[in-house]
């Protein structure tokens, strides 16, 4: 569907005017659009006060779809890196007010200058905003200290809205000669882009995340993302890398670097991209498992996995889950094991009475219900310079971590196998750079690990 025109002679304060038909003689300022968004650089520094973002936008009349490689660029130029749009997610809404424009490499490219009263304004093209609040009929960002808003807006995103959805869902968007498969980052020669999933996102330190990912090549690589840059990036999303270089100096690990105008981006949940590469990339621990080989792990290996529905359960770190206020019952944490009680690991498994609902040793007893009690002293980046505790419990009598450990819960005593099982099950965790990435319910006070076993 075509956008809704604005009749000749309007009460409207603005005129929008599709991408094609933009008229490119125009010298004035006067050229206000809509856009999807297809690509994006995060904002950057070109020198003293002047900072700038590239943005690559389609609509109904300039896409892919109408003619190979169609999208027009636009070039937002600010005093302030604050003034500029952070655009987290492909398929999203760009509308601009008072744009110059002009042909560029064969491309319209429209020049948004905001020191010379050009605006810009960011709408969600999906339920939630990339930051996860949900969308309203207003902007989710803008620049200056207010977004217009006539009733031709309302029209005119909708109608986009719809058309964005419906060409994420039927096309790749991104085609295949945009990006670069993983498997030959090493050999490029210039700077690229990824289409990848995350499996994995560990705080390395208060500051930073680092991100596991692998593309349908098959390739596992890592990269260093600042969260204040990158606050909406989670395990199992897909997202497009734009301008990584493959780091040569990396010895242990596959590592793309990252520059400052580089982005990372999500796609609108109908995009059929994103769907095909979360589908068919699975998660991969060979990289972890040849770690654990080593007499020492030179970087953190995660050691578990969280059942796939808290898959969008953002991470909670150890000071906030016990100092914090929060009036959830269930969170994400990743933590490190410092000390694991009891100290004997024939007497992790109890023998639980359901009907007194008592707990006693499993040493010459004959049968009954086998649970695993223990409790993990743990640590993380939030609390590795205070004296406190943390403890963590793994108690399994009511269901909760049952499947925790590889060995099902049986008299230890008595059963020298599953001894030796938990026994290495233990020493994994309590070694240098092991982390448990966990699921953990507050239940009076306490937390218990749930839905989470070590792979």
């Not at 690509?39 to 009349?61: E, G, M, S």
């Not at 890398?241 to 990372?264: F, G, P, W």
């Not at 409790?375 to 590795?384: A, G, H």
Request: proline share 3%; hydrophobic share 35%.
């Amino acid at each position: 569907p075509s956008r809704p025109k604005s009749p000749a002679k309007s009460n409207h304060k603005y005129e929008y005017t599709e991408l094609s038909k933009t008229p490119l003689s125009s010298s004035d300022q006067n050229n206000h659009f809509y856009g999807v968004i297809v690509d994006a650089t995060f904002p950057y520094k070109v020198k003293q006060d002047r900072y700038i973002c590239v943005l690559k936008v389609i609509d109904p009349t300039l896409n892919p779809k109408v003619k190979a490689d169609q999208f027009a660029q636009v070039v937002i130029y600010a005093k302030r890196f604050e003034d500029l749009p952070i655009v987290h997610r492909i398929g999203d809404i760009i509308r601009v007010h008072r744009a110059h424009v002009r042909i560029w490499q064969s491309k319209t490219q429209f020049n948004v200058y905001l020191t010379y009263k050009s605006s810009w304004a960011l709408y969600s093209a999906d339920k939630y905003t990339p930051l996860g609040q949900a969308s309203t009929d207003g902007p989710y960002a803008f620049s200056g200290k207010k977004a217009t808003h006539e009733k031709q807006d309302s029209a005119i995103q909708n109608a986009l809205r719809k058309w964005a959805n419906a060409f994420f869902n039927q096309n790749n968007v991104i085609n295949d000669s945009q990006y670069t498969q993983l498997s030959k980052a090493a050999k490029a020669t210039k700077d690229f882009d990824v289409v990848a999933k995350i499996l994995q996102v560990f705080e390395l330190d208060e500051y930073t995340n680092e991100l596991k990912i692998r593309d349908q090549s098959g390739e596992v690589y890592y990269t260093l993302a600042l969260k204040l840059k990158f606050p909406h990036l989670k395990a199992g999303s897909v997202v497009k890398i734009r301008s990584a270089t493959h780091d040569e100096t990396s010895v242990n690990k596959k590592v793309l670097v990252l520059q400052h105008y580089s982005n990372i981006m999500t796609f609108i949940g109908s995009s059929k991209l994103a769907a095909v590469v979360s589908q068919k990339v699975a998660n991969e621990r060979n990289s972890e498992k040849a770690t654990l080989k080593n007499k020492v792990s030179m970087t953190p290996v995660v050691l578990t996995e969280v059942d796939k529905k808290h898959n969008g359960l953002t991470n909670t770190n150890l000071s906030d889950l016990f100092h914090g206020d929060s009036k959830d019952s269930t969170f994400r944490t990743c933590f490190y094991v410092t000390k694991v009680e009891p100290a004997n690991h024939l007497e992790a498994v109890k023998v639980y009475d359901k009907k007194t609902k008592k707990v006693s040793s499993a040493k010459g007893s004959k049968g009954g219900d086998y649970i695993y009690q223990l409790q993990f002293l743990v640590k993380d980046v939030s609390t590795q310079f205070n004296n406190n505790v943390y403890r963590i419990l793994l108690y399994t009598h009511e269901g909760l971590g049952a499947n925790f450990f590889p060995q099902k819960a049986t008299n230890l005593h008595s059963d020298s196998k599953a001894a030796s099982k938990v026994k290495e099950s233990v020493e994994l965790l309590t070694r240098f750079n092991s982390w448990v990435d966990a699921v953990v319910e507050r239940r009076n006070g306490y937390f218990f690990i749930k839905d989470t076993k070590l792979v």
